[in-house]
Nanobody, 114 residues
Framework: QVHFVESGGDSVQPGGPLRLSCVAS????????MSWYRQAPEKEREWVAS????????TYTDSVKGRFTISRDDAKNTVYLQMTRLKPEDTAVYYC???????WGRGTQVTVSS
């Protein structure tokens, strides 16, 4: 059974950093592209970033380019999202996911507010 357990969310001030982690299980982690998504209050869930398996190629949505960095540790079945220069509009529940799989975790709440 596929599981994603996200952690690291917190309440932070604008401009601050935060690092999210997601531990995955139930599938061959090192063969899949891993992605982060987020859902802000009263908004659709949106894709944030992805990292491929073999080449570690990364892609980002425009609003986080230059501020967020996605990485992975295949030995730990874990994907990370390092977030810097956070803005109030980054407030959302963050989820990790594999595009080809339908499962979602519970997410982790990030709140950016002064």
């Amino acid at each position: 059974q596929v599981h994603f357990v996200e952690s690291g969310g917190d309440s932070v001030q604008p401009g601050g950093p935060l690092r999210l982690s997601c531990v995955a299980s139930g599938f061959t982690f090192d063969t899949y592209t891993m992605s982060w998504y987020r859902q802000a209050p009263e908004k659709e869930r949106e894709w944030v970033a992805s990292i491929t398996a073999a080449r570690r190629t990364t892609t980002y949505t425009d609003s986080v380019k230059g501020r967020f960095t996605i990485s992975r540790d295949d030995a730990k079945n874990t994907v990370y999202l390092q977030m810097t220069r956070l803005k109030p509009e980054d407030t959302a529940v963050y989820y990790c996911k594999v595009f080809q799989l339908s499962d979602w975790g519970r997410g982790t709440q990030v709140t950016v507010s002064s």
